[in-house]
């Protein structure tokens, strides 16, 4: 591996970032391929869950609810969430997984392996495997093939034994056109509206906003804060410090020749005539027959696009059949084997795919090359700097790391060694903004730290930080003054909600007392509406999605039932009155009947894993370090 990846680099991301490559099992956390550290978080059956691992789980939780959240993630949101219970609990559930996939002597074969990459679109380019697509991403998260390939092996073992242990789940006619009837079904309603934001005349007393503060202090707590300051080392800062020989541009020349390397590429467009797979052979040669009339009237003279436009039953029909440039690993071997043997201008007999049959007009041909040596030499020096200011920005980082031993040694070294060490001054775990897109790696190092405590060579963004964190700031609750415009506006609209409740209430009591919905309506000043027809997954006109409105409207039986009492929805508290309710139509089960199958045996399945899992760790030895949990 590179330098980058040396026993201090901190890259964490590494996990988190390959979380969106690898093709995980549905609680797969992190790789197992890593040695494990002495110090540990659990055992589950006498197998040691380390720290190290828990910290990768733990750290891509945090990345994939950033991603979700963005900058409202805070300190509350992520206790809420329980994102430790979390991270432990996926780890305790693979090991639980891979024991029993041991114990049933399940295997998984590097054919599996090879075949799942493969397959696997992140990998693919225009529909096939692209082995330095595929190198080039595991490079940029710091991961070799054998590292991968051995955590897929782990994630397909796990898939098997989901097999064994969800295998007999079945799914019947009859529950798939349960499901659909109830997910089709279709409801009308009248609605009317107690909207907070009307009620203008709200004006609460001092001590009407002082009681609230006291009772909803904790929502008014700071976030947690830290003060840092840092030494940088960038590698462009040492690029003036190396020097690239000349064998050493021949050597990297002639060991990445394949860089160098421009594939021979056609410019081409088709008219595909589809044909289904089991098609028989009347239908093939008629199909074939439509596609040599096609070609013999390209080759007169017609213009091609057009006759794409007329007479594709392919996707870029609409484009005149273009495709643009390709390779020849891009296209389907028939379909590339006639292509790439044609001349620019030439226009082809038909050829056969699993698709149909295609007729291939070339654009043009640009042949293989192979950029020399002098030609690429800018390229390889600029490569091989960069290269190089890396690896030495490392080693200072490493040296200047190896001697900080106490508080005070980040100041005195950054004077030994000639560096200025640089404030992060106060900032939230969404980190420094003067940092950039590396503010929220740094704000996870730095509080992980300590007061006073010195991280590891952190790598972000392709740069190494030394961080130390000076001062940790607790979360408070502030003084009232400090935040009192806030916690009356917050009083105000809490004011507003209420006196809406009590008018939906009081109009829901009229209602029951015999009142008509538009007399009563009329008396409490809101309008009624009407949505027309909608369904449990869509939105409701002029509502738009409303998944409590939704739920009380199909929870009325009858035409003319009203809703007894008010539905707290997203603009405020609603009455409702069913109009009518009407069922899916009955055709419409068979087309859809397969895929809802399919989904309701993923869910049966899902949950019979979720069963065994529990099962397993209640019957299993599963010892927590407490610790790692507070």
Not at 494 to 511: I, N, R, S
Not at 578 to 599: C, H, N, R, T, W
């Amino acid at each position: 591996m590179l330098n980058v990846m040396r026993k201090h680099a901190g890259s964490w991301m590494i996990k988190v970032i390959l979380f969106a490559i690898v093709i995980v099992f549905v609680f797969w956390g992190v790789g197992s391929f890593r040695s494990r550290q002495a110090s540990k978080v659990a055992t589950v059956n006498d197998e040691i869950i380390a720290v190290s691992e828990f910290r990768r789980a733990y750290n891509n939780l945090i990345e994939q609810y950033r991603q979700r959240f963005g900058e409202n993630l805070n300190d509350g949101m992520l206790e809420m969430l329980k994102v430790k219970d979390q991270a432990l609990n996926q780890l305790i559930d693979r090991a639980l997984v891979l024991q029993e996939a041991k114990k049933l002597e399940l295997r998984v074969t590097d054919a599996e392996v090879a075949e799942s990459i493969m397959n696997a679109p992140v990998f693919q380019t225009n529909g096939s495997f692209d082995n330095r697509r595929y190198l080039r991403l595991l490079a940029q998260v710091h991961l070799t093939p054998e590292e991968f390939e051995a955590d897929q092996k782990n994630a397909l073992l796990a898939e098997k034994l989901t097999r064994v242990v969800a295998g007999a789940a079945k799914v019947s006619d009859g529950e798939a056109r349960l499901w659909y009837d109830w997910q089709n079904a279709s409801a009308n309603i009248d609605t009317v509206l107690f909207e907070p934001g009307r009620y203008t005349d709200i004006t609460p007393s001092e001590q009407e906003i002082a009681d609230y503060f006291d009772e909803q202090k904790e929502n008014y707590k700071t976030e947690p804060m830290v003060k840092a300051r840092y030494v940088l080392f960038d590698p462009d800062a040492f690029k003036g410090e190396v020097a690239v020989a000349e064998d050493e541009i021949a050597d990297y020349y002639d060991s990445n020749i394949d860089e160098f390397k421009t594939e021979k590429t056609v410019e081409a467009s088709h008219i595909l005539i589809k044909l289904a797979p089991d098609a028989d052979e009347e239908a093939d040669a008629a199909a074939r027959s439509k596609a040599a009339d096609i070609a013999k009237m390209a080759r007169e003279g017609k213009d091609f696009a057009e006759l794409a436009k007329t007479y594709s039953e392919g996707p870029t029909k609409d484009k005149g059949g273009y495709l643009g440039k390709f390779q020849k690993s891009q296209m389907v071997k028939p379909f590339a084997d006639k292509a790439f043997s044609m001349a620019s201008g030439e226009i082809s007999d038909p050829v056969k795919t699993q698709f149909g049959w295609h007729v291939i007009k070339v654009e043009s041909v640009e042949d293989a090359t192979t950029r020399t040596l002098e030609e690429s030499k800018d390229r390889i020096i600029a490569t091989l700097k960069q290269r190089k200011a890396r690896n030495l920005a490392y080693d200072r980082a490493e040296q200047f790391y190896e001697t900080c031993y106490e508080k005070e040694d980040l100041i005195h070294n950054a004077e030994t060694f000639n560096l200025a060490v640089l404030e992060a001054g106060s900032f939230t775990r969404k980190g420094p903004e003067a940092l950039g897109s590396a503010k929220s790696q740094f704000a996870q190092a730095a509080f992980d730290l300590g007061k006073d405590g010195i991280s590891d060579i952190q790598d972000i963004g392709g740069r190494y930080y030394i961080i130390q964190t000076t001062e940790v700031i607790k979360a408070a609750i502030p003084e009232l003054d400090a935040v009192k415009a806030r916690v009356r506006k917050d009083l105000i609209r809490k004011m507003q909600a209420e006196k809406a409740y009590a008018e939906a209430k009081a109009m829901a009591a009229d209602l029951a007392s015999g009142k008509t919905f538009e007399e009563s309506a009329s008396l409490h000043g809101v309008t009624i509406k009407h949505t027309g027809l909608f369904k449990r997954n869509t939105s409701i006109p002029d509502i738009g999605s409303d998944p409590q409105v939704t739920q009380a409207a199909f929870q009325l039986a009858s035409s003319g039932d009203i809703s007894k009492e008010p539905i707290k929805g997203g603009a405020g508290y609603y009455l409702l009155r069913l109009v009518e309710k009407k069922a899916p139509a009955a055709d419409g089960f068979e087309s859809e009947k397969e895929s809802i199958k399919a989904m309701l045996l993923q869910q049966k399945q899902r949950n019979a894993m979720q069963d065994w899992i529990d099962a397993r760790k209640a019957s299993s030895d599963i010892k927590i370090e407490k610790s790692y949990l507070e």
